[in-house]
């Protein structure tokens, strides 16, 4: 059966002649002295465990489908998480498939031949000359190092466990089970621990974005200029992120002034004032999808006020106890406490709370003022394993190879009258990528700034000395 080709409407209808003619004349182009991916060796150790946990069970994990934009037009493609660190491949409409014997078999859409069809000219979603060209079956089993066989072979009519919500036509077909939940959480928690090529990628990853925030505080003078200030530093850094890696690993967090008090700003749309603080959280994703996570709050006018400095240092302080309690057998959990006393006791100096520490830690009035969590595991998702079990994740302990982000703020919002006007408007996070190691924790985004100080000094040298 051949499937209907994805075309314009407004296409004008192909002769029996052009057909013909679009049949032939083409060079052979097939590549020879493919050599396997840097990722194969570790995505077929990560296929054996995943067989291993569910023996002589077919299990099935999808690449994922085109999204639309707007009417024919659609999102670049990224994979499922899952289905990139089992393989390696990028492919929209993939399927990774691990039968009952242990076998595993990555079915495609391979290139489409120029001797039949009219795929390869006329397809807009799929042909080679709207889309590019993709691997052909033997290219694809070397690339990867797996099986491969043609998609349209894939028998949906089996048993079998899905991770499901990521091509809906392979939900429609395979009949659901009760152990497709099951197979979703192992799948994000046998990505907790982080391998060695992981980290090298995380690591990458983590130097561009340090490069990122370079051409941003260069690119000041300029985005202090615009009216879109903000844009301006989006664009800045998400060209960083292109050059060196597939795109941002979300969207950019681009906040001066109040904006810094809405955690998820992304419409960056606002101007920048010298006064201000902008809060920069930006993230290079790899080729390989692994992103980084760094926050970073930074005077416009490359000095802190002293308002601004005295809040900045207690994020700090907040942030330095945190990264300490890093280490194998801690618990997850006990970083972000460890930040949060030091936030309260900030807090109760200051007088904006009453009461002691271990009083505003049980009532958590001090919420109100910082909102969310200090950290997340961090990989293939910014927010990664989100669907493991909370007794192996956020009630869990740490151990060697969790890479994670510390990132407290302080979010003092312009309206809250509990607070001077002075405070109102400021908001501050400070976020940094650590691998925990056998003995402690190594600080990924050592490369950027921490302390004030640090933060002016590393300011003027890259503007040039601009005070």
Same mark, same amino acid.
């Given at each position: 059966?051949?499937?209907?080709?994805?075309?314009?409407?407004?296409?004008?209808?192909?002769?029996?002649?052009?057909?013909?003619?679009?049949?032939?004349?083409?060079?052979?182009?097939?590549?020879?002295?493919?050599?396997?991916?840097?990722?194969?060796?570790?995505?077929?150790?990560?296929?054996?465990?995943?067989?291993?946990?569910?023996?002589?069970?077919?299990?099935?994990?999808?690449?994922?489908?085109?999204?639309?934009?707007?009417?024919?037009?659609?999102?670049?493609?990224?994979?499922?998480?899952?289905?990139?660190?089992?393989?390696?491949?990028?492919?929209?409409?993939?399927?990774?498939?691990?039968?009952?014997?242990?076998?595993?078999?990555?079915?495609?859409?391979?290139?489409?031949?120029?001797?039949?069809?009219?795929?390869?000219? /006329?397809?807009? @979603? #799929?042909? =080679?000359?709207?889309? !590019?060209? %993709?691997?052909? *079956?033997?290219?694809? +089993?070397?690339? &990867?190092?797996?099986?491969?066989?043609?998609?349209?072979?894939?028998?949906?009519?089996?048993?079998?466990?899905?991770?499901?919500?990521?091509?809906?036509?392979?939900?429609?077909?395979?009949?659901?089970?009760?152990?497709?939940?099951?197979?979703?959480?192992?799948?994000?928690?046998?990505?907790?621990?982080?391998?060695?090529?992981?980290?090298?990628?995380?690591?990458?990853?983590?130097?561009?974005?340090?490069?990122?925030?370079?051409?941003?505080?260069?690119?000041?003078?300029?985005?202090?200029?615009?009216? /879109?200030?903000? @844009? #301006?530093? =989006?664009?800045?850094? !998400?060209? %960083?992120?292109? *050059?060196?890696?597939? +795109?941002?690993? &979300?969207?950019?967090?681009?906040?001066?002034?109040?904006?810094?008090?809405?955690?998820?700003?992304?419409?960056?749309?606002?101007?920048?004032?010298?006064?201000?603080?902008?809060?920069?959280?930006?993230?290079?994703?790899?080729?390989?999808?692994?992103?980084?996570?760094?926050?970073?709050?930074?005077?416009?006018?490359?000095?802190?006020?002293?308002?601004?400095?005295?809040?900045?240092?207690?994020?700090?302080?907040?942030?330095?106890?945190?990264?300490?309690?890093?280490?194998?057998?801690?618990?997850?959990?006990?970083?972000?406490?460890?930040?949060?006393?030091?936030?309260?006791?900030?807090?109760?100096?200051?007088?904006?709370?009453?009461?002691?520490?271990?009083?505003?830690?049980?009532?958590?009035?001090?919420?109100?003022?910082?909102?969310?969590?200090?950290?997340?595991?961090?990989?293939?998702?910014?927010?990664?394993?989100?669907?493991?079990?909370?007794?192996?994740?956020?009630?869990?302990?740490?151990?060697?190879?969790?890479?994670?982000?510390?990132?407290?703020?302080?979010?003092?919002?312009?309206?809250?009258?509990?607070?001077?006007?002075?405070?109102?408007?400021?908001?501050?996070?400070?976020?940094?990528?650590?691998?925990?190691?056998?003995?402690?924790?190594?600080?990924?985004?050592?490369?950027?700034?921490?302390?004030?100080?640090?933060?002016?000094?590393?300011?003027?040298?890259?503007?040039?000395?601009?005070?």
């Amino acid at each position: 059966m051949t499937e209907p080709l994805n075309i314009g409407s407004h296409d004008l209808p192909i002769t029996d002649e052009l057909a013909a003619f679009m049949r032939t004349g083409w060079a052979d182009t097939r590549r020879t002295g493919v050599t396997a991916l840097p990722i194969a060796p570790w995505a077929a150790k990560r296929r054996a465990v995943l067989a291993a946990r569910f023996p002589g069970e077919r299990l099935m994990v999808p690449a994922g489908t085109l999204k639309v934009r707007s009417n024919d037009s659609d999102y670049r493609f990224r994979p499922h998480s899952a289905y990139a660190y089992l393989t390696g491949a990028g492919e929209p409409d993939d399927v990774l498939v691990i039968e009952p014997s242990g076998e595993a078999v990555l079915y495609l859409r391979p290139r489409s031949p120029r001797a039949e069809g009219q795929e390869f000219y /006329r397809d807009r @979603r #799929y042909g =080679e000359f709207w889309a !590019g060209r %993709r691997p052909d *079956l033997a290219e694809a +089993a070397e690339l &990867y190092q797996v099986e491969c066989a043609h998609i349209r072979d894939l028998d949906l009519d089996r048993p079998a466990r899905v991770l499901r919500g990521v091509d809906p036509s392979v939900d429609a077909r395979v009949p659901r089970g009760d152990g497709d939940a099951e197979l979703e959480t192992f799948l994000s928690e046998m990505r907790l621990v982080k391998d060695e090529w992981e980290v090298g990628e995380l690591q990458s990853a983590v130097d561009a974005t340090a490069r990122g925030f370079e051409d941003v505080v260069r690119a000041l003078p300029h985005a202090l200029a615009h009216p /879109r200030g903000e @844009r #301006y530093l =989006e664009g800045v850094f !998400g060209l %960083r992120a292109r *050059l060196e890696g597939n +795109a941002t690993g &979300y969207e950019s967090i681009v906040a001066a002034g109040a904006h810094a008090c809405v955690l998820h700003w992304i419409r960056n749309d606002g101007p920048l004032a010298a006064g201000d603080l902008l809060l920069l959280d930006a993230g290079v994703e790899s080729d390989t999808l692994y992103t980084a996570d760094v926050t970073r709050t930074l005077p416009l006018s490359g000095r802190f006020t002293p308002v601004q400095r005295q809040a900045y240092e207690l994020v700090y302080e907040a942030q330095t106890a945190a990264i300490a309690t890093l280490r194998p057998g801690a618990r997850f959990r006990d970083f972000h406490q460890a930040a949060m006393r030091v936030i309260c006791a900030g807090l109760l100096d200051w007088g904006l709370l009453k009461g002691s520490v271990d009083e505003l830690m049980e009532t958590g009035l001090y919420r109100r003022y910082t909102l969310c969590s200090s950290g997340h595991m961090l990989g293939l998702d910014v927010h990664d394993c989100a669907r493991s079990r909370a007794e192996v994740y956020l009630d869990g302990v740490l151990e060697e190879g969790h890479v994670l982000t510390v990132e407290p703020g302080l979010y003092f919002q312009p309206d809250d009258l509990t607070l001077p006007e002075e405070l109102r408007g400021i908001g501050i996070r400070i976020e940094d990528d650590l691998t925990v190691t056998a003995d402690g924790a190594t600080l990924m985004s050592a490369a950027l700034p921490r302390h004030p100080d640090e933060v002016e000094s590393w300011m003027g040298a890259l503007a040039g000395g601009r005070p």
